[in-house]
Each structure stands twice: as C-alpha cells, then as structure tokens.
C-alpha cells in the first residue's frame, strides 16, 4: 500500500506560481513513477505531468515550459511547479504514484487560476 498525501493548492491570479506537494508512505519501494493529474469541471482527467524512479520526465503539451515536476527521494516527495498560471489551468490536482500493476491516488487540492 501507497499512502499519498498533497498540499499547496489554492487560488491565484493568471501570470502567478503555485507549488504542489505529494509526500508518499509505506510501499514506496515499489514505485515505478509518480506525477500529476488534474481534472476540471465537466472534464475527463488528465496527465499534467510524470516523473520516473530515474528521473525521466514527461509533460502534457499544454503545461511544457511552464510547470516543471521534481522530486527529493530523501523526502518521498514529488513536487509540481507551476509558473504563468492561465485560467484553464483550474482544476482539481490529483497526486499519482504508478506502482505497477497498482496506481495509486491522493485526496486531490485545488488550485484556481483567476483575477
């Protein structure tokens, strides 16, 4: 078992930065990859963002040059930068640990992007 815990969200105006935090517990050794999903109102989840056991990172298209994930294995936190926030980038942030076969899910936070 994976236990996921997020913190940081919030409400910001467009052109600001948030930072998410994910810290994880228990079976962290069996984790593949950790990342970022968000979903908005109406809308299906989607990716925002992974980082692998390696280091290999991966972005959604619409977040690239503007969010970047990182991670400090010696806190079992995953972290999601968020800079040049935009309105459509509301949504509710999902923490995932991918600890194969199983995938693992945080409570989500909030972030609002709006003047």
């Known amino acids: 078992q994976v236990q996921l815990v997020e913190s940081g969200g919030g409400l910001v105006q467009p052109g600001g930065s948030l930072r998410l935090s994910c810290a994880a517990s228990g079976s962290i050794f069996s984790i593949y990859a950790m990342g970022w999903y968000r979903q908005a109102p109406g809308k299906q989840r989607e990716l925002v963002a992974t980082?692998?056991?390696?280091?290999?990172?991966n972005y959604a298209d619409s977040v690239k040059g503007r969010f970047t994930i990182s991670r400090d294995n010696a806190k079992n936190t995953v972290y999601l930068k968020m800079n040049s926030l935009k309105p459509e980038d509301t949504a509710v942030y999902y923490c995932?640990?991918?600890?194969?076969?199983?995938?693992?899910w945080g409570q989500g936070t909030q972030v609002t992007v709006s003047s």
């Open positions: 980082i692998t056991s390696g280091g290999t990172t």
């Open positions: 995932n640990a991918d600890a194969r076969p199983t995938n693992y």
